[in-house]
C-alpha cells in the first residue's frame, strides 16, 4: 500500500511539473511583449562592437566584418591567437584589429577588448554572426533606463543542410522559454553570439580577475561568459532583456557531432551555473517563472530516470500482471508460438484482466501519460507561430535535437566537471 502510495504521489507530481512547465512557457511566452522606448536615449554612433575571432571561415568572417562595417560603428576584432589573414580583412573595412600572441579564449579576448572601448555601448558579436542596421536599431529601442542588456534573437543561416534545421528549431525552443521568464523579469541568459551592453557597467567586470579568473566549488570555469554577464548586470539591479524583433543570423554546426558538443558544452555550463546558484542562494532572485524553469530543467534527467524506474516497477507489482504470470500468458506465447487462435484468446484474456484493474491505479496511468502529451500541443502551436516559414521540415529534423538534447542533458550531468569539449568544428 506504501509503495503505490509513493508511486502515485511522485509520479502525479512530475506529470503536474511538465504540463505546468509547457502550459506557463506557452502562454507568457506568447503572451511577452517587450517595452519598446519611445526616445531613443542613444543612437548608433554610440555603439563599439567586440569580436573574438579564433580560427573563423574567412568567407563568413569577411561577411560578418562588412556586415558591422557598414552600420557606421566603430569595431575591434581581437585575434585570439590568430593573425592573418583576419587583420588584413579587418583593416580593409576600417576596423581596429588586437592581436594576442597566445590563444587564452573568450573571455581574455573581451578583457583585452573592452579596454579600447570608450562608446557608451558596447555589442559583443561572434566571428561568425551576422547582423543588420535594423537589427542594432531594433537593440537600442529596448535599451531603457532599466535595461543592463539586450540580447538579439538568433536565427541560422540556412546552407541547406540538415544541422541548419535541427539548430534552428532548438533556438526557437530557448526563445519561447527566455520569452516567458522575460515576462517575469530577465531572460535566463543573454546569448553571447550577439547582445548589446552599457559599457559601464560590464567594463570593470569584464576588466576583473573574476571575469577572467572565474571559478565554481573551487574550480576554474571556462564555460559560460555570457551567463556569467546576464547574471552580473541582473545582480547590478538591471533586466536582462530578449528583443525578439532584433533577428541576426549565424552559422550552423556542421554536422549532428558539432551540434552535440554545442549542446553538451551548454548544458554542463547550466549545471554548474545552477549549482552556484543553489550554493550561493540566488537562484530566486531572477523571479518564479526562472526559478521554476530551472529547477525544472536541471532536475529533469533525474526525474524521468525515476519516473521510469517507477512504472516498471508498478508494472511487474501490479494486479494486472500478476494475473498473467497466474494464468500463464506470457509463458504459453513464448512456448507454444504465435498462432493467431491462441493468440487471440491470450489477448481477450488480457483485456479481460486490464477492465478490472483498480479504478485508482487505472486512474493515475491515464492522468500521468495522458496530460503531459496534450500539454504538448499549445507548445508546439507557439513553437509553430515562432517558426515561421518551412515549418513541417524544420520540426520534422527538429525531432533529432530534442533527442541530442535529451541524450546530452544526462552525458553532461554525469561530466558536468569538464569543460574543454570545445564546439568549434576544429
Request: with cysteine; net charge positive; proline share 3%.
Amino acid at each position: 500500500m506504501l509503495s503505490f502510495i509513493s508511486y502515485g504521489i511522485f509520479i502525479i507530481s512530475s506529470a503536474l511539473l511538465t504540463v505546468s512547465y509547457f502550459i506557463l512557457n506557452t502562454h507568457y511566452g506568447l503572451k511577452y511583449k517587450p517595452k519598446i522606448v519611445k526616445e531613443l536615449k542613444y543612437s548608433i554612433s554610440d555603439v563599439t562592437a567586440l569580436i573574438p575571432v579564433y580560427n573563423e571561415e574567412l568567407s563568413l568572417f569577411e561577411k560578418v566584418i562588412k556586415s558591422v562595417s557598414e552600420l557606421g560603428i566603430k569595431f575591434i576584432v581581437i585575434g585570439d591567437g590568430v593573425r592573418q589573414p583576419y587583420e588584413s580583412l579587418v583593416k580593409k573595412y576600417r576596423g581596429t584589429y588586437i592581436y594576442l600572441k597566445k590563444r587564452s579564449g573568450k573571455r581574455i579576448a573581451l578583457s583585452e577588448g573592452i579596454k579600447h572601448v570608450d562608446t557608451p555601448l558596447v555589442l559583443l558579436l561572434d566571428s561568425d554572426t551576422i547582423i543588420s542596421k535594423r537589427s542594432l536599431e531594433a537593440l537600442l529601442s529596448h535599451l531603457d533606463e532599466n535595461v543592463g542588456g539586450v540580447g538579439a534573437n538568433i536565427r541560422m543561416l540556412k546552407d541547406g543542410s540538415k544541422s541548419s534545421y535541427y539548430a534552428d528549431f532548438f533556438e526557437r525552443m530557448s526563445e519561447l522559454v527566455n520569452r516567458a521568464v522575460n515576462y517575469f523579469g530577465s531572460a535566463i541568459i543573454l546569448s553571447g553570439q550577439c547582445v548589446l551592453y552599457r559599457t559601464s557597467v560590464i567594463k570593470p567586470y569584464l576588466l576583473s580577475d573574476e571575469f577572467k579568473n572565474p571559478r565554481i566549488l573551487g574550480r576554474k570555469l571556462v564555460l559560460s561568459d555570457d551567463r556569467d554577464l546576464t547574471e552580473y548586470i541582473i545582480l547590478k539591479g538591471y533586466r536582462a532583456i530578449k528583443a525578439i524583433d532584433a533577428i541576426v543570423y549565424t552559422k550552423p554546426p556542421s554536422n549532428i557531432r558539432i551540434f552535440a558538443k554545442q549542446v553538451t558544452r551548454w548544458t554542463r555550463a547550466n549545471y554548474l551555473i545552477f549549482f552556484k546558484e543553489i550554493k550561493e542562494g540566488t537562484i530566486g532572485k531572477r523571479g518564479l517563472m526562472y526559478s521554476f524553469n530551472v529547477l525544472y530543467l536541471n532536475t529533469l534527467p533525474i526525474l524521468s530516470i525515476l519516473f521510469l524506474f517507477f512504472d516498471i516497477h508498478s508494472l511487474f507489482t501490479s494486479h494486472l500482471f500478476q494475473k498473467l504470470l497466474e494464468d500463464k500468458i506470457f509463458y504459453d506465447i513464448l512456448t507454444k508460438g504465435f498462432q493467431i487462435e491462441p493468440i487471440m484468446i491470450k489477448i481477450n484474456i488480457i483485456i479481460n484482466h486490464f477492465v478490472h484493474i483498480r479504478p485508482t491505479f487505472l486512474a493515475i496511468i491515464l492522468i500521468t501519460h495522458l496530460l503531459p502529451t496534450l500539454s504538448i500541443i499549445p507548445f508546439t502551436y507557439a513553437l509553430a507561430r515562432l517558426i515561421g516559414t518551412e515549418r513541417l521540415k524544420t520540426f520534422a529534423l527538429g525531432t533529432i535535437a530534442l533527442v541530442v538534447q535529451y541524450f546530452a542533458s544526462f552525458y553532461a550531468l554525469i561530466t558536468f566537471w569538464e569543460q574543454s569539449w570545445s564546439s568549434r568544428d576544429s
